[in-house]
T-cell receptor, first 113, second 115 residues
């Protein structure tokens, strides 16, 4: 069955360091992969989209990589700040026209000052 | 420009009751999707509405139904509530022509507690 795995344990890092979050998937052929940020009690906020034929995408301090051979996406936040503390969700969109995102459970990031 | 709005913010219901949640999409958006998010889990797709019709549906029972109005706003109805229906219900809007690929805008959600 299709499976999307994100670390269930929170990632704790010091301010200024680079945070790296992982999204692994099995039995899935996504055409697109999205990353969202979610704060407690709020709806997810879209951050980045990467296509299956793209290796890397950047936006300000954010970088996403997409390796369809390894079936993995990495999400990096450079020069992290306490305000980056949140849960980060990856979502896969399959080809075939529906493009309904399937979400992972998310990984909590805590940036310590 | 108002984003996606949802009402109510919180709701407490008893098992067996029925509930209606409401959503107004971001200005200019014509497609509304509903998601259920249990604590510690990612959002799960319930269904999507476009042109007042249910366009796609996830793996949810018929107790979950919806509606979209001519002004693109939408309702989610859940009948015969179960304890397991307790969750954050999220509404997301997008533009049909973009197929939601580039981004969906989520509302703040409605926290439903079933006792």
């Amino acid at each position: 069955s299709q499976k999307i795995e994100q670390n269930s344990e929170a990632l704790n890092i010091q301010e200024g360091k680079t945070a790296t979050l992982t999204c692994n998937y099995t039995n899935y052929s996504p055409a697109y992969l999205q990353w969202y940020r979610q704060d407690p009690g709020r709806g997810p906020v879209f951050l980045l989209l990467i296509r299956e034929n793209e290796k890397e995408k950047r936006k300000e301090r954010l970088k996403v990589t997409f390796d369809t051979t390894l079936k993995q996406s990495l999400f990096h936040i450079t020069a992290s700040q306490p305000a980056d503390s949140a849960t980060y969700l990856c979502a896969l969109l399959a080809s075939g026209g529906s493009y309904i995102p399937t979400f992972g459970r998310g990984t909590s990031l805590i940036v310590h000052p | 420009d108002a984003g996606v709005t949802q009402s109510p913010t919180h709701l407490i219901k008893t098992r067996g009751q029925q509930v209606t949640l409401r959503c107004s999409p971001k200005s200019g958006h014509d497609t509304v999707s509903w998601y259920q998010q249990a604590l510690g889990q990612g959002p799960q797709f319930i269904f999507q509405y476009y042109e007042e019709e249910e366009r796609q549906r996830g793996n949810f029972p018929d107790r979950f139904s919806g509606h979209q109005f001519p002004n693109y706003s939408s309702e989610l109805n859940v009948n015969a509530l179960l304890l397991g229906d307790s969750a954050l219900y999220l509404c997301a809007s997008s533009l049909a022509e973009l197929q939601g690929i580039y981004e969906q805008y989520f509302g703040p959600g409605t926290r439903l507690t079933v006792t």
